[in-house]
C-alpha cells in the first residue's frame, strides 16, 4: 500500500508538524541544504508518527521527521524562483535534491529562507492529510510504485519515497503530465540510507 498525500490551507501553527511548502523545522545545528548554485526549494516535512498508522508494512520510521528538498522552484510559478535549469528530464544530479532525517521532533526551529529583498522565498504552508491507496496512485503520495511504468522500469528494485504531481493550486507545471519520483532501494530504505535516494523527473 501506498499513503497519498492531500493538502489543507490552514492558519494552524504547523511548526513540528507535518506539511508542504512553508519553512523546514530543522534541528539546531544543520545547515540549510543548497546546491552549488543555490539553496534548494524546501518541498515538504513528514512527522513520521503521522503516517505510522497508514504504513502497514513498517517500511519509514515511525518516530522523528523526514524533510525532502529539490530545485524545483523554476517549475513553481508561483515561487518565481530560477535554480539549476540544467536539471530537467531524467535523473537528477545529487546536488539538486535531498532527503534528510532527523530522529527526533524535539528543538526543531523554522528556518525562514528569503530573498534579497527581504520576502519569503517559500509559499505558505500547508496541511498534510495522509490516507492509505493502492501502490500505483496517481497523484501526491509516499511508497508504492511510480505511476508512470517507465520510471518503475529503470529502478526495478525501488521504493516511491515520494511522488510529486502537478498541481494549479500552486502552478507547479511538469511540463507535459510529469511527475517527480524520489526512488530509494529497499535495502537502503530498511537501513535509512536517505543518501541512496536517487530524482527522476518523467514527462511525455
Known amino acids: 500500500m501506498a499513503i ?33 548554485l543555490s539553496p534548494l526549494t524546501f518541498v515538504c516535512q513528514i512527522r513520521c508518527e503521522d503516517i505510522a ?3 502497514k508494512e513498517g517500511l519509514l520510521p515511525h518516530t522523528g521527521m523526514l524533510y525532502f528538498f529539490a530545485a524545483i522552484g523554476e517549475y513553481v510559478s508561483s515561487l518565481d524562483i530560477d535554480e539549476q535549469s540544467h536539471n530537467g528530464l531524467g535523473e537528477w544530479s545529487d546536488d539538486a535534491y535531498r ?10 526551529s523554522p528556518y525562514k529562507l528569503l530573498f534579497e529583498d527581504g520576502e519569503p ?7 498534510i ?11 501526491f503520495k509516499l511508497l508504492g510504485r511510480p505511476y508512470y511504468d517507465e520510471i518503475a522500469e529503470l529502478y526495478p ?14 502552478g507547479l507545471r511538469l511540463y507535459d503530465c510529469g511527475m517527480m519520483c524520489f526512488m530509494i532501494g529497499k535495502k537502503a530504505l530498511k537501513s535509512q540510507k536517505w543518501e541512496n535516494t536517487k530524482l527522476y523527473f518523467h514527462s511525455f
Do not use: M
Open 53 to 55: 498508522a497508514y504504513d
Open 129 to 139: 492529510e495522509f490516507c492509505c491507496v493502492e501502490d500505483n496512485y496517481d497523484s
Open 157 to 170: 528494485d525501488a521504493v516511491s519515497l515520494l511522488q510529486i504531481d502537478e498541481s494549479d493550486d500552486w
Open 121 to 127: 522565498a517559500y509559499l505558505e504552508a500547508e496541511k
Open 4 to 36: 497519498s498525500l492531500k493538502f489543507v490551507s490552514t492558519t494552524e501553527d504547523l511548526t513540528g508538524k507535518s506539511k508542504w511548502w512553508g519553512a523546514p523545522d530543522l534541528p539546531d545545528g544543520w545547515d540549510y541544504p543548497c546546491s552549488e
Open 99 to 108: 532527503v534528510l532525517y532527523s530522529p527526533t521532533c524535539e528543538n526543531l
